[in-house]
Antibody, heavy 122, light 106 residues
Framework: QVQLVQSGAEVRQPGASVKISCKAS????????LHWVRQAPGQGFEWMGL????????FYSQRSQGRVTMTRDTSTSTVYMVLRNLRSEDTAVYYC???????????????WGQGTLVTVSS | YVLTQPPSVSVAPGKTATIPCGGN??????VHWYQQRPGQAPVLVIY???DRPSGIPERFSGSNSGNTATLTISRVEAGDEADYFC??????????FGPGTEVTVL
């Protein structure tokens, strides 16, 4: 079955960077786009961007542009997200999520990772 | 593009819960719905306005017209208590979520 397993919780100081991983299994990694979405405590979801695991091309939200980088490692079926220059308002649970249609960058998400809590605090 | 949802909806067991998702001409877009229980990742319950993924009960249904999409939960059970979020994608590959509706089963 499709599984997305994310790395564990992180604590960072303001101004630092964080790198989160999302390891995919149960399907052909390179055939389905993956996205990153975050949820601040008690809040709704904010879409951050997407990555094509096949070619590595990315597309970021306007708000994330300039501070986020998404990459992938096809040898381990893992995608990564780096968020730089962290601020307190970046404290959130970060999720990776899969689009279930081959080669389709944007639709809906049929599988989500378990989430990674990133806490930004001095 | 902004989506609106009521913060909360309360419903008695066995009754029907109706959760609206408002947006400008949302009827021209495909709307998807997620259920999120506390401390858990979201689960897709409706996609493309009114299709159900395998494993989702028939009690969950959706509609979309004009400026409002609607998630309907029939014969509500205690286990349906959760937050429900609508989602669309707009031009430029942007994904937008509604703010979520907390469903309370009385």
């Amino acid at each position: 079955q499709v599984q997305l397993v994310q790395s564990g919780a992180e604590v960072r100081q303001p101004g630092a960077s964080v790198k989160i991983s999302c390891k995919a299994s149960g399907y052909l990694f390179t055939s389905y786009y993956l996205h990153w979405v975050r949820q601040a405590p008690g809040q709704g979801f904010e879409w951050m961007g997407l990555i094509n695991p096949s070619g590595g091309d990315t597309f970021y939200s306007q708000r994330s542009q300039g501070r986020v980088t998404m990459t992938r490692d096809t040898s381990t079926s893992t995608v990564y997200m780096v968020l730089r220059n962290l601020r307190s308002e970046d404290t959130a649970v970060y999720y990776c999520a899969r689009v279930p249609e081959t080669g389709t960058p944007v639709r809906y998400f049929d599988s989500w990772g378990q989430g990674t809590l990133v806490t930004v605090s001095s | 593009y902004v989506l609106t949802q009521p913060p909360s909806v309360s419903v008695a067991p066995g009754k029907t819960a109706t959760i609206p998702c408002g947006g400008n001409n949302i009827g021209t877009k495909s709307v998807h719905w997620y259920q999120q229980r506390p401390g858990q990742a979201p689960v897709l319950v409706i996609y493309d306005d009114n299709d159900r993924p395998s494993g989702i009960p028939e009690r969950f249904s959706g509609s979309n017209s004009g400026n409002t999409a609607t998630l309907t939960i029939s014969r509500v059970e205690a286990g349906d208590e959760a937050d429900y979020f609508c989602q669309v994608w707009v031009s430029g590959a942007q994904i937008v979520f509604g703010p979520g509706t907390e469903v309370t089963v009385l």
